[in-house]
């Protein structure tokens, strides 16, 4: 049984036993949002700084996507222009496009 279940079993079992709905929805979202607050707390995000923490991080993880996107397409372009400047090499070797040597 995991903690969803568990928790469901908990609400259906004050139900049963006459607790009042509104209640127990109240335990529940008390319940929720003291536990949030503690994760918060726990990862250091519980400050005032904490949403401007997170945009930070936020966009640094969307410049460093830019920048891997931008050097792969790099790495691509490079390969491209040396692999075509060897073919180029190749193609005027081959055909002695420079005349004869000598």
Not at 4 to 19: E, K
Not at 57 to 84: C, I, N, P, S, Y
């Amino acid at each position: 049984m995991d903690r969803t279940d568990t928790m469901a079993a908990l609400v259906n079992q004050a139900l049963d036993q006459g607790a009042d709905p509104l209640t127990v929805r109240a335990l529940v979202e008390e319940a929720s949002e003291l536990g949030a607050k503690r994760a918060l707390r726990h990862l250091g995000l519980a400050d005032r700084q904490a949403a401007r923490d997170i945009s930070d991080l936020r966009e640094l993880l969307l410049a460093w996507r830019d920048v891997r996107q931008t050097a792969g397409r790099t790495v691509v372009r490079w390969f491209t222009t040396v692999l075509l400047s060897l073919i180029a090499l190749g193609a005027v070797v081959y055909f002695n496009v420079l005349g004869p040597r000598g």
